[in-house]
């Protein structure tokens, strides 16, 4: 099956969640992830702005905050097929940006690649040995590709297939978090 039908057919799976049962299962991930040594030790971390369907990132970014971690937000440069990481201080600091999504505001810091121990991966699908469906455009594999440092997804069990369509600049993420599993690769 081809990534653009499976894209097609894994949103229409997850609009079939609904809002309780969507809130209860990002809970339960967030709860997870906490929990992970990876977390504890990291004093900077790089996460995405969810939009329903995807595992809700606000209570994860309001929980970095409560526990003094600096959070950094991606803005996407369209024209370069590039992400860049901005460090967010408050939801205020957010606008929208390209594609409806929340991106920091330009007077936002920029931060190294370097400088971040986590990157939280968004993903449609993910298999068992960490390569994941992106949405389409390959900003983070881009980004992913001399990144040396922790790669977490967040996914409901839902996202998980046995197999994707992998091509040579598909990244795994190390470490795949589900309200059900943990799973290291």
């Known amino acids: 099956m081809d990534k653009k039908t499976l894209r097609t057919q894994l949103k229409a799976k ?20 906490y929990s992970l040594p990876e977390w504890k030790e990291a004093e900077k971390i790089a996460i995405t702005i969810s939009n329903v369907p995807e595992v809700d990132t606000w209570q994860i970014i309001r929980k970095a905050w409560e526990q003094q ?20 201080r408050a939801f205020t600091d957010l606008e929208k940006g390209f594609y409806g999504l929340y991106e920091p505001i330009k007077e936002a810091k920029k931060v190294s690649k370097d400088s971040i ?21 390959g900003y983070y594999d881009r980004f992913l ?20 369509p992998i091509e040579t600049f598909d990244i795994p993420v190390r470490t795949i978090v589900t309200e059900d599993q943990i799973i290291y690769v």
Do not use: M, W
């Open 14 to 33: 997850l609009a079939t969640i609904d809002r309780p049962k969507y809130e209860q299962k990002s809970l339960h991930i967030a709860t997870k992830l």
């Open 145 to 164: 590709a001399n990144f040396t440092k922790k790669t977490i997804s967040l996914a409901f069990k839902e996202q998980l297939i046995d197999s994707l």
């Open 117 to 137: 121990d986590i990157i939280i991966v968004p993903g449609l699908a993910f298999t068992y040995e960490g390569y994941r469906l992106g949405f389409g455009g």
């Open 69 to 88: 971690k600096k959070v950094c937000v991606p803005k996407c440069l369209s024209d370069q097929k590039q992400l860049e990481f901005y460090e967010l």
